[in-house]
Nanobody
Framework: QVQLVESGGGLVQAGDSLRLSCAASGRTFSRSAMAWFRQAPGKEREFVAFISWSGSSTNFADSVKGRFTISRDNAKNTVYLQMNSLKPEDTAVYYC???????????????WGQGTQVTVSS
């Protein structure tokens, strides 16, 4: 089992940066693939980025490529999402998720955090 807690969200202006953190508890974090998803009001939850357990493999949604990076520190049981050049369309609740192997599909993930709100004003 993995328990996930996100933090770092907030209200920023377009062009600003934010770094989200997802702290995990549980013995299997270091062998878990981690991902970030987001959900805007009235929209489905969408994939943002994933990182493999070793950190050697990452993938990003086209909408965030070149602006967001994902990283992890297995010694701290934490995964990060660095978000640069934020746009109003990035406004959403951001969730981290964990599973054994990487996937871009939300339904593949069994473990989820409670989410953190990111609001980008124009």
């Amino acid at each position: 089992q993995v328990q996930l807690v996100e933090s770092g969200g907030g209200l920023v202006q377009a062009g600003d940066s934010l770094r989200l953190s997802c702290a995990a508890s549980g013995r299997t974090f270091s062998r878990s693939a981690m991902a970030w998803f987001r959900q805007a009001p009235g929209k489905e939850r969408e994939f943002v980025a994933f990182i493999s357990w070793s950190g050697s493999s990452t993938n990003f949604a086209d909408s965030v490529k070149g602006r967001f990076t994902i990283s992890r520190d297995n010694a701290k049981n934490t995964v990060y999402l660095q978000m640069n050049s934020l746009k109003p369309e990035d406004t959403a609740v951001y969730y981290c998720a964990a599973r054994a192997v990487v996937s871009t599909q939300a339904y593949d993930y069994a473990y989820w955090g409670q989410g953190t709100q990111v609001t980008v004003s124009s």
